[in-house]
């Protein structure tokens, strides 16, 4: 791959403190004209469940500019892996770093042996520079995942935003649903979505990012209880002045505020002017 400067870490929330690591990387990249590689693990070492999938980190690891992205998959074997062999053997052999970009708390190697100072060390043996990137704090807190993951899971959206840097989103794939939503008269995308963690149950007013597109609309999460269709958690999303068949399309949700709790009604008219309600203010609020 030759010479390139690399941001190492699971990335797995891309908060405000995995933009900063991976942006400074991609600075000094340019400023040198070489390469900037993201080097990433899937699934997350420490078995947590995902903010993001994949190929919703993906997503975001490219909108910042970066060239190249290495996803190691972190299985048993690869977790063995010592340290110094892990960055002799990748970020030297494989990669070829000039310089490593990494947050002070990233470990690495066999039982997380690994940390900055170490890196540090092996940037003088193999020949790399290494610029470590301070834990950075909001609001007195740390920007880590673990606690987005707490905001999101407790509803607290504008917290954790805050944190992200962005809204709170989820990418899914537009699945064949029950068409109760157009049984109503408001057709719905129902999503699969990528990754664990969701938002509690409710409605909210959301951008759905489709393609290149940025649209409008309300989203359900809930067990859709009024009709005491099933038990399991549906997500559907209702885009505003929209009327394409995307089954099989990819849409992430950004979910900009919530409007209320999910209730059961006790008719399918009263339901319906309910809905109606929560257009209209989400169309205020958007």
């Known amino acids: 791959?030759?010479?390139?400067?690399?941001?190492?870490?699971?990335?797995?929330?891309?908060?405000?403190?995995?933009?900063?690591?991976?942006?400074?990387?991609?600075?000094?990249?340019?400023?040198?004209?070489?390469?900037?590689?993201?080097?990433?693990?899937?699934?997350?070492?420490?078995?947590?469940?995902?903010?993001?999938?994949?190929?919703?980190?993906?997503?975001?690891?490219?909108?910042?500019?970066?060239?190249?992205?290495?996803?190691?998959?972190?299985?048993?074997?690869?977790?063995?892996?010592?340290?110094?062999?892990?960055?002799?053997?990748?970020?030297?052999?494989?990669?070829?770093?000039?310089?490593?970009?990494?947050?002070?708390?990233?470990?690495?190697?066999?039982?997380?042996?690994?940390?900055?100072k170490l890196l540090k060390e092996l940037g003088t043996t193999f020949g790399f520079m290494v610029r470590i990137i301070d834990v950075i704090k909001r609001n007195k807190l740390p920007v880590s995942s673990t606690v987005i993951r707490r905001?999101?899971?407790?509803?607290?959206?504008?917290?954790?935003?805050?944190?992200?840097?962005?809204?709170?989103?989820?990418?899914?794939?537009?699945?064949?649903?029950?068409?109760?939503?157009?049984?109503?008269?408001?057709p719905t995308a129902?999503?699969?979505?990528h990754h664990e963690i969701l938002p509690p149950a409710g409605i909210y007013a959301v951008r759905i990012r489709f393609g290149n597109e940025l649209l409008k609309g309300v989203c359900y999460i809930g067990t859709r209880s009024t009709f005491k269709v099933s038990h399991n958690l549906s997500i559907e999303v209702h885009i505003f002045n929209f009327h394409r068949t995307i089954y099989g399309s990819n849409l992430e949700v950004l979910f900009i505020q919530r409007l209320r709790q999910d209730k059961k009604f006790s008719s399918r008219a009263a339901l319906i002017q309910q809905i109606k309600r929560d257009i209209r203010a989400a169309k205020a609020i958007l």
């Not at 070492?45 to 290495?70: F, N, T």
């Not at 917290?159 to 157009?182: D, E, F, H």
């Not at 129902?190 to 979505?193: A, G, I, Q, T, V």
């Open 1 to 116: 791959m030759g010479k390139a400067v690399v941001a190492l870490g699971v990335f797995d929330g891309m908060h405000f403190a995995h933009r900063h690591v991976i942006t400074q990387a991609v600075l000094h990249a340019r400023r040198l004209s070489i390469p900037s590689v993201v080097v990433t693990f899937w699934p997350h070492p420490q078995k947590e469940a995902s903010l993001y999938s994949l190929e919703h980190r993906l997503r975001l690891i490219e909108e910042l500019g970066v060239e190249r992205c290495v996803v190691i998959h972190f299985s048993k074997h690869f977790s063995s892996l010592g340290a110094v062999d892990f960055v002799r053997r990748i970020i030297v052999e494989k990669i070829g770093a000039s310089c490593v970009y990494v947050g002070k708390n990233f470990r690495f190697g066999k039982n997380a042996a690994g940390n900055w």
């Open 151 to 186: 905001f999101i899971l407790d509803g607290n959206l504008s917290a954790a935003q805050k944190l992200l840097m962005r809204p709170v989103s989820v990418l899914g794939t537009v699945v064949k649903g029950t068409t109760l939503g157009r049984l109503l008269g408001f």
């Open 190 to 193: 129902n999503l699969n979505p």
